[in-house]
């Protein structure tokens, strides 16, 4: 794939489940919330219960829309939707193709504004860190993750990889000392083609729905090895 836009706060449907709506700014950084029910967990006898950890409600992402890489998608796109259509609602939307950096949760409006402000801070470390723009990413081959509930592609080892990971490991940092991440985490790049997001279900032969739990490989194994996105 080509160049890569700078780090993205993108819809949060692989993280989190909710209503999605956006915050703009004037820098290529954008802030969505994508969730309006962020602290709460099940009610129990009518009882909201707080969870003794919050949950990751938002997500930094690279989106990744070149056109070396939408061509190579829409070519896996095609092959699911001719030949497993069954499966075709588990296809990552384009426009959320991406690249996750890390996840925190926000849990007011108040957190929110300081996330953005800290994004505005950011310029710097961009520039510093990418003096010469955006990294370049090269995906190949697909693999599996959570018993095969996942597919996704990966970027090969180079020195744009290197460079990216530099970054986000920056960006972490500050996030960090912003008080909106709290731990480090380790970054494994990888972006999502298919994934299982709640309870799954196709006509089966014998014109029954059958509960899907697993991505059968079939459906994906032409673009292992060599394939390119």
Same mark, same amino acid.
Request: glycine share 4%; hydrophobic share 30%; proline share 5%.
């Given at each position: 794939?080509?160049?890569?836009?700078?780090?993205?706060?993108?819809?949060?449907?692989?993280?989190?489940?909710? &209503?999605? !709506?956006?915050? #703009?700014?004037?820098?290529? $950084?954008?802030? +969505?919330? =994508?969730s309006t029910t962020t602290s709460f967990a099940k009610s129990v006898?009518?009882?909201?219960?707080?969870?003794?950890?919050?949950?990751?409600?938002?997500?930094?992402?690279?989106?990744?829309?070149?056109?070396?890489?939408?061509?190579?998608?829409?070519?896996?796109?095609?092959?699911?939707?001719?030949?497993?259509?069954?499966?075709?609602?588990?296809?990552?939307?384009?426009?959320?193709?991406?690249?996750?950096?890390?996840?925190?949760?926000?849990?007011?409006?108040?957190?929110?504004?300081?996330?953005?402000?800290?994004?505005?801070?950011?310029?710097?470390?961009? &520039?510093? !860190?990418?003096? #010469?723009?955006?990294?370049? $990413?090269?995906? +190949?081959? =697909?693999?599996?993750?959570?018993?095969?509930?996942?597919?996704?592609?990966?970027?090969?080892?180079?020195?744009?990889?290197?460079?990216?990971?530099?970054?986000?490991?920056?960006?972490?940092?500050?996030?960090?000392?912003?008080?909106?991440?709290?731990?480090?985490?380790?970054?494994?790049?990888?972006?999502?083609?298919?994934?299982?997001?709640?309870?799954?279900?196709?006509?089966?032969?014998?014109?029954?729905?059958?509960?899907?739990?697993?991505?059968?490989?079939?459906?994906?194994?032409?673009?292992?090895?060599?394939?390119?996105?």
């Open positions: 794939m080509g160049d890569n836009d700078f780090p993205n706060f993108e819809d949060g449907q692989e993280e989190t489940q909710g &209503k999605s !709506t956006e915050i #703009d700014t004037e820098m290529p $950084l954008d802030v +969505r919330l =994508i006898n009518n009882k909201a219960i707080r969870p003794s950890r919050a949950r990751p409600n938002y997500f930094l992402s690279v989106r990744l829309d070149s056109e070396e890489i939408r061509e190579k998608f829409a070519e896996f796109s095609t092959h699911v939707n001719t030949k497993y259509p069954a499966y075709k609602r588990l296809l990552t939307e384009p426009r959320q193709f991406h690249v996750t950096l890390f996840v925190f949760h926000l849990k007011d409006a108040n957190r929110i504004i300081h996330t953005k402000d800290c994004l505005l801070a950011c310029q710097d470390i961009l &520039k510093e !860190t990418c003096p #010469d723009g955006a990294p370049s $990413l090269h995906f +190949r081959g =697909i693999d599996t993750f959570n018993e095969n509930r996942v597919v996704y592609t990966f970027p090969e080892e180079t020195t744009g990889l290197d460079l990216f990971t530099k970054l986000t490991y920056c960006l972490q940092e500050k996030f960090k000392s912003e008080g909106i991440v709290n731990t480090r985490e380790e970054f494994k790049p990888h972006a999502t083609l298919l994934k299982i997001r709640r309870p799954f279900t196709i006509r089966s032969q014998n014109s029954k729905n059958q509960v899907v739990k697993r991505i059968p490989s079939e459906v994906f194994e032409d673009f292992k090895g060599e394939a390119r996105f």
